[in-house]
T-cell receptor, first 118, second 114 residues
Framework: NAGVTQTPKFQVLKTGQSMTLQCAQD?????MSWYRQDPGMGLRLIHY???????DQGEVPNGYNVSRSTTEDFPLRLLSAAPSQTSVYFC?????????????????FGPGTRLTVL | GENVEQHPSTLSVQEGDSAVIKCTYS??????FPWYKQELGKRPQLIID?????GEKKDQRIAVTLNKTAKHFSLHITETQPEDSAVYFC?????????????FGPGTRLSVLP
């Protein structure tokens, strides 16, 4: 299994350009999410999906769109890039299971995309 | 919503010593607390987790403790080695209407000095 894959690894954009960050997983996970990582701020949730056709906003959704047409793929679209979107972006996927009545969820991360907006 | 605080932000220890990182969370409904390790330029990887129905979990040199009443949990690394040097993130899972969301702490940069 390839796990969670992301493309591209690096990207430089000019302000106002649009692009799509790709994420795919081959573990048949229902849950997928996008985080951005900025220095000193940990990982912040942008958007997430609990299955094909179902998405919702996280903590920092502005400027980003997502869709989930298949279980495997969860692309993140930047509609009009801004310098504030310079960051490292991680996609993650997870399954859900319940042990002793307590549900839990282990997330598997992709390798990340380093985005610079000039 | 959930808020996760993490301390310290940086930690330096001598090889062989112990390291402790503490996190607090705000939502009493949170019931799953993972710890991730991130080496420079790499992706975060799960190293240990704990569910709300247990108070402590150990895995070789790593342990996690949970105090639900005080709403805090800690990562303990014993006999530290240089390869333990990394950024460590704690997280809490928030049960919402759709599924599960993670809220991460800001991270602790651990340096193990030889």
């Amino acid at each position: 299994n390839a796990g969670v894959t992301q493309t591209p690894k690096f990207q430089v954009l000019k302000t106002g350009q649009s692009m799509t960050l790709q994420c795919a997983q081959d573990m048949n996970h229902e849950y997928m999410s996008w985080y951005r990582q900025d220095p000193g701020m940990g990982l912040r949730l942008i958007h997430y999906s609990v299955g094909a056709g179902i998405t919702d906003q996280g903590e920092v959704p502005n400027g980003y769109n997502v869709s989930r047409s298949t279980t495997e793929d969860f692309p993140l679209r930047l509609l009009s890039a801004a310098p504030s979107q310079t960051s490292v972006y991680f996609c993650a996927s997870s399954y859900s299971s319940t042990l002793a009545g307590v549900g839990y969820n282990e997330q598997f991360f992709g390798p990340g995309t380093r985005l610079t907006v000039l | 919503g959930e808020n996760v605080e993490q301390h310290p932000s940086t930690l330096s220890v001598q090889e062989g010593d112990s390291a402790v990182i503490k996190c607090t969370y705000s939502d009493s409904a949170s019931n799953y607390f993972p710890w991730y390790k991130q080496e420079l330029g790499k992706r975060p990887q799960l190293i240990i987790d704990i569910r709300s129905n247990v108070g402590e979990k150990k895995d070789q040199r790593i342990a996690v403790t949970l105090n639900k009443t005080a709403k805090h949990f800690s990562l303990h690394i014993t006999e530290t080695q240089p390869e333990d040097s990394a950024v460590y993130f704690c997280a809490a899972i928030l049960r919402d209407n759709y599924g599960q969301n993670f809220v991460f702490g800001p991270g602790t940069r651990l340096s193990v000095l030889p």
